[in-house]
């Protein structure tokens, strides 16, 4: 066995690789030719609503990696993820509503809401926003610089806990009124919506949703192995020991305040990527996505899928999701009773998610206080 395929074993495992493998067959092959080539009369014909859906759930999987990676990992539990990925997914949001052009509701070169409140040019913060490498880099940016900003003051003042979920919480909040308003630029309630094209494919055109849908299969993939990556280095062991020991790993000489903030920063930009995935295949954006219940969700999810696991955050995300598009159909009045047991039921009997209930290989698991 070389050296190659004995590092890909030691961070995946032979059944994490099949797990894998199996995952990338199904979104790659299964997925496109029953959506694309069955017809659409027969049983296992995969409809425009289930690529969406399963796009849009997969957006949210990344996320929860991302959040792992942070709390599950490093101990730190934060309640504003759901503030990076809007910023992600208004960021891009920007490129595909200059792609509109002169083919929206006014005809003019400005986006259809500037119009309508009598803006006569684009403001500073849309330069270059016709340009995907743009859009592209402030995706993660954005995100990132945010995250960098806040982390490092915060970090350097030891601000953790209960403190810091409070701080994130409140920021993520700001956001969210910041954004409603008209004279931000941002299109206030409404957002952005009615996108039609990207990179001159139409968004409408199964071909591109379908190929949409793959991009984001191959990004949570991507962002599922970077973060294993780090976990299985000797950077992941110091963020586990700052998980359970953060003084000790200060007193042995271990910068934790760059340790945290790196692995924030990075946790961030995968949140914002996830949120410019997220945005084409949805077809809008607004301020209700930097809502803080938004964030609070990204939680429960890494709590009912197993913290510190990364593939139980992922499996959790698609679980709650998927089952808050049945409930939420079915029976609307009742989703959000449901979330609350399932959480408590979770943390009650399930202390290590859904993932504690299969065999792994010997692991140290998160502490209470982490």
Not at 304 to 328: C, E, F, I, M, W
């Amino acid at each position: 066995m070389g050296p190659i395929t004995s590092t890909l074993t030691r961070l995946y495992g032979t059944r994490g690789w099949l797990a894998l493998g199996a995952f990338a067959f199904v979104l790659f092959v299964v997925f496109p030719v029953l959506s694309l080539v069955v017809p659409q009369g027969s049983a296992f014909h995969v409809s425009a609503y289930w690529v969406t859906l399963i796009g849009k759930i997969m957006c949210y999987a990344i996320v929860a990696v991302a959040m792992d990676l942070v709390w599950g990992y490093t101990g730190i539990l934060s309640l504003g993820h759901g503030l990076f990925f809007a910023l992600g997914g208004y960021a891009f949001g920007m490129y595909l509503m200059r792609q509109i052009g002169r083919d929206g509701q006014y005809q003019a070169d400005l986006p259809d809401f500037m119009v309508f409140l009598d803006w006569k040019e684009l403001p500073w913060q849309w330069w270059n926003s016709d340009q995907f490498w743009w859009a592209a880099l402030l995706v993660v940016a954005v995100p990132g610089l945010l995250a960098f900003v806040f982390g490092f003051f915060a970090f350097r003042s030891r601000v953790k806990g209960v403190y810091f979920s409070i701080i994130t919480q409140a920021l993520t909040f700001a956001f969210m009124l910041l954004f409603f308003r008209n004279d931000t630029g941002f299109g206030g309630n409404n957002g952005f919506t009615d996108f039609k094209d990207i990179l001159g494919f139409d968004l409408r055109s199964p071909n591109t949703r379908v190929v949409l849908l793959l991009i984001t299969a191959a990004a949570l993939a991507a962002s599922y192995m970077a973060c294993q990556a780090i976990v299985a280095s000797r950077a992941g062991r110091v963020l586990r020991a700052i998980r359970d020991a953060e003084s000790r790993t200060r007193f042995l000489g271990y910068p934790v305040e760059s340790y945290k903030l790196w692995v924030f920063v990075f946790s961030a930009a995968i949140a914002g990527a996830a949120g410019a995935l997220y945005v084409p295949q949805v077809g809008i954006i607004n301020p209700s996505e930097f809502a803080p219940i938004n964030s609070i969700e990204v939680v429960i999810w890494v709590a009912v899928g197993g913290r510190g696991t990364l593939y139980g955050s992922a499996a959790g995300a698609v679980l709650v999701n998927y089952a808050k598009t049945y409930l939420t159909g079915a029976f609307p009045e009742i989703w959000l009773y449901v979330l609350g047991a399932m959480f408590v039921l979770v943390t009650v009997f399930l202390p290590r998610g859904l993932a504690g209930l299969i065999p792994s290989r010997k692991r140290r698991e998160p502490t209470e206080g982490g």
